[in-house]
């Protein structure tokens, strides 16, 4: 296997070598709570798509729930006519009311046609199933679709740091690596430092997929106490005036750092500081085109040594 370029990595033990960085589509086709088509639509994700493939962003991650899946239909759209190569990571979900584990290869079968791809190159558990004890079957399942040639990688999502070790030694009985765990990370979210979500992967060398790596938009700057976000973010704690308030400290270590690195954004700060957290690949939701490019603006360059232990540091109280 061919060693990956400077910002590309190869997914935990598998095959599949991606974008340091990936781009979350999470809000490309959902209405209740984006609000696509009324804040933002097909032509601005389309442009978000363009520019980051453009820029070198080519993991894209969706799943079958996002917009109930239309964000898998736009994304297998955008996959079929990018101008390069790209990288399409879904996941299945143990809804309630489905058959476990032998739900997960129609589920995937139902993601393909969507997707109007032959497979996906990494294939994910939503969330564990805490209500039985699965882990085998689900290991099962992966592995069938994994041999049958139908997924690329497989992964995991929202897993503890004991449900991540079951996963990956059940499915490494089966001959298959687990490749990534997808878990929330963000300078505002260390939760993966403490429960040892983080100290799991690097141990299994399981890549950690980090989402909401912006905290759903709170590190880029654009929010705070007199302009809350207007929609299901205004109900979110960390959202409160008062949350807001407190996160000023950090949006002003982020521009101070950015001013020091080349004039980067907060934003981009935030993300170069989970790129230079060996493991782990942060996965942004851009909305737009603007939005898109800040974001791969994160490659390519690397906070000093310094600057990532302050902002480990950072404590709430500046
Ligand atoms: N596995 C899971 O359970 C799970 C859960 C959540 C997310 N995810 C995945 O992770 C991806 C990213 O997570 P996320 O979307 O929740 O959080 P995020 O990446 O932290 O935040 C994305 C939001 O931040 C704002 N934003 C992005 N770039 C910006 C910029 N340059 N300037 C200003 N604002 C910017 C946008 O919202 P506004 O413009 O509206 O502020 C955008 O929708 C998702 O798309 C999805 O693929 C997975």
């Not at 935990?12 to 974008?19: E, F, K, N, P």
């Not at 709570?33 to 009324?38: I, Q, T, V």
């Not at 807001?244 to 101070?256: D, H, P």
């Amino acid at each position: 296997m061919a060693a990956p370029d400077a910002e590309e990595v190869r997914l935990g033990g598998s095959a599949l070598v991606t974008s340091s960085l990936g781009v979350g589509a999470w809000s490309w086709g959902d209405e209740t709570l984006w609000g696509y088509r009324a804040r933002h639509g097909p032509k601005d994700v389309a442009e978000a798509f363009l520019a980051s493939v453009k820029a070198g962003v080519t993991l894209v991650d969706t799943a079958e729930v996002y917009g109930h899946g239309e964000s898998e239909r736009i994304v297998g759209w955008l996959a079929r006519h990018a101008p390069r190569p790209v990288q399409v990571a879904s996941k299945f979900a143990l809804l309630p009311g489905r058959a476990g584990a032998r739900a997960l290869r129609p589920a995937l079968q139902a993601s393909l046609a969507r997707l109007r791809l032959p497979r996906v190159d990494l294939y994910q558990l939503h969330w564990p199933d805490r209500s039985m004890a699965t882990a085998g079957a689900l290991a099962d399942a992966l592995a069938e679709v994994y041999k049958a040639g139908l997924v690329g990688a497989v992964g995991v999502s929202n897993h503890t740091a004991s449900e991540l070790r079951e996963a990956h030694e059940a499915l490494a009985r089966r001959g298959v690596p687990l490749a990534t765990q997808q878990v929330q990370y963000s300078l505002l979210h260390r939760e993966p430092e403490r429960d040892g979500v983080l100290h799991a992967c690097r141990e299994l060398g399981v890549t950690l997929l980090a989402y909401g790596p912006l905290c759903q938009g709170l590190l880029t700057g654009a929010y705070g106490p007199e302009h809350p976000p207007a929609d299901f973010r205004a109900k979110d704690p960390r959202f409160t005036p008062e949350a807001l308030a407190q996160t000023r400290g950090l949006v002003g270590l982020l521009r101070e750092f950015g001013e020091a690195h080349g004039g980067r954004s907060p934003a981009q700060v935030a993300l170069n500081w989970l790129l230079c957290q060996p493991g782990v690949v942060p996965l942004a939701g851009a909305r737009t085109a603007v939005q898109a490019r800040e974001t791969a603006g994160a490659l390519g360059w690397r906070l000093t040594p310094e600057a990532v232990e302050r902002l480990d540091r950072w404590d709430g109280s500046r």
